[in-house]
């Protein structure tokens, strides 16, 4: 099993601040069709997880252009800038690339 | 809009089955893998099963294989879950969601519905 590990796991962070959350596998996302399935959530307080990025670094629609993603391979980042308090939650990384599907175990951003 | 209700959730004893639906709306619902996604108290979210289009092909962790049957009605655009021998450790919320292929992700996500495994 692909294992995904998350850091760190909690973030206090100001308003207008910016934020990385790291995600590492324990193999390589990628795919044999050359696609990595690497997916960052947000689970806002009360609510769904909701679908932030996908493939690494492309944003789900209507995801603000101060989230952005990279990495390749098994090392994975998550960027937050300019933080407003609607970014807050826990956030996990999630790899759809081989059974069984795997999520990290989550990063709570919170506020200073 | 994509929207997935689930029901079906609740107390169930240690050993016995319960066993959750989705219904699906906004969507062509039978054109899209679906999933099962659990969290348990203060936990993180754990992969529970995924069913094909057609329902042809379904996968799941070790931790709930021989246990769990997920299932899907794509003329009625539901889809399904059931849980046999529960065990404590089962107790969750159970998230409906939309697979999506072209971002090899979730797109969707329903309101989660809670399952109390306890004697």
């Known amino acids: 099993d692909v294992v995904m590990t998350q850091t760190p796991v909690s973030l206090s962070v100001s308003l207008g601040g910016q934020v990385s959350i790291s995600c590492r596998s324990s193999?390589?996302?990628?795919?044999?069709?050359?696609?990595?399935?690497l997916s960052w959530y947000l689970q806002k307080p009360g609510q769904s997880p909701q679908l932030l990025i996908y493939k690494v670094s492309n944003r789900f629609s209507g995801i603000s252009d101060r989230f952005s993603g990279s990495g390749s391979g098994t090392d994975f980042t998550l960027k937050i800038s300019r933080v407003e308090p609607d970014d807050l939650g826990v956030y996990y990384c999630?790899?759809?690339?081989?059974?069984?599907?795997?999520f990290g175990g989550g990063t709570k951003l919170e506020l200073k | 809009e994509v929207q997935l209700v689930e029901s079906g959730g609740g107390l169930v004893q240690p050993g016995r089955s319960l066993k959750l639906s989705c219904a699906a709306s906004?969507?062509?619902?039978?054109?899209?893998?679906m999933a099962w996604v659990r969290q348990a108290p203060k936990k993180g979210l754990e992969w529970v099963a995924t069913i094909s289009t057609s329902g042809s092909r379904t996968y799941y962790p070790d931790s709930v294989k021989g246990r769990f049957t997920i299932s899907r009605d794509n003329a009625k655009s539901s889809l399904y879950l059931q849980m046999n021998s529960l065990k404590s450790e089962d107790t969750a919320t159970y998230y409906c969601?939309?697979?999506?292929?072209?971002?090899?992700?979730?797109?969707?996500w329903g309101q989660g519905v809670m399952v109390t495994v306890s004697s």
């Open positions: 193999q390589s996302l990628v795919h044999n069709n050359g696609n990595t399935y």
């Open positions: 999630g790899q759809g690339t081989q059974y069984p599907r795997t």
């Open positions: 906004g969507f062509t619902f039978s054109n899209y893998y």
């Open positions: 969601a939309r697979r999506d292929g072209n971002y090899g992700g979730y797109t969707g």
